[in-house]
């Protein structure tokens, strides 16, 4: 699956790698059971639920453009669970990530997983919401992960944390 940034990218949001469905489509949290479209829809930062089991339609790119929203991932090995990945890999992502940021500069970045967030930066005690380092000089938000595996998080914590982060971006 391939990093979807658009200029100017005013929200950049950090998944922890394509699973098979995202990798098949590509398109970032495209698994039927993921909630994070759902989520995203009822933040308000999306209009309508982008469908993104099928791949995104030329509407869903247009509108994730315009209002400067981008893609991308700490790793991009496909794997079943996120958790198969390895420590180095989650590394090598944050490295890959501060260049990406370095590059696009977004206003904020959303890291969608609080244990992958802290394997790749190498902090073990970081916590969800707003972390106090940046990366490039732009804010990072950690939130839950939204895959149905996560049993922690519903639809309506997700779009409650997601809002938080989307209404920094003003």
């Not at 950090?14 to 909630?35: C, K, Q």
């Not at 099928?54 to 453009?65: N, R, V, W, Y």
């Not at 959303?110 to 969800?128: E, L, N, S, Y």
């Not at 380092?133 to 049993?151: F, H, Q």
Request: some cysteine; charged content about 25%.
């Amino acid at each position: 699956m391939h990093d979807r940034i658009p200029d100017p990218c005013r929200l950049l949001i950090v998944g922890i790698n394509p699973g098979a469905r995202s990798e098949e489509v590509d398109a970032p949290f495209a698994h039927p059971g993921n909630r994070f479209w759902p989520a995203l829809e009822a933040a308000g930062i999306t209009p309508y639920r982008v469908r993104a089991d099928q791949g995104f339609s030329l509407d869903d790119e247009t509108m994730l453009a315009a209002r400067g929203i981008g893609f991308t991932n700490l790793a991009a090995r496909m794997t079943p669970k996120a958790s198969d990945l390895t420590r180095d890999e989650l590394r090598d992502g944050a490295a890959r990530l501060e260049t990406i940021v370095e590059k696009h500069k977004p206003k904020a970045l959303m890291v969608a997983g609080i244990g992958a967030f802290r394997d790749a930066f190498r902090r073990p005690k970081a916590t969800r919401g707003l972390q106090p380092e940046t990366i490039a000089g732009v804010p990072v938000w950690v939130v839950g992960n939204p895959s149905g595996l996560n049993a922690h998080e519903t639809v309506a914590t997700l779009a409650e944390s997601y809002r938080e982060v989307w209404e920094s971006t003003r």
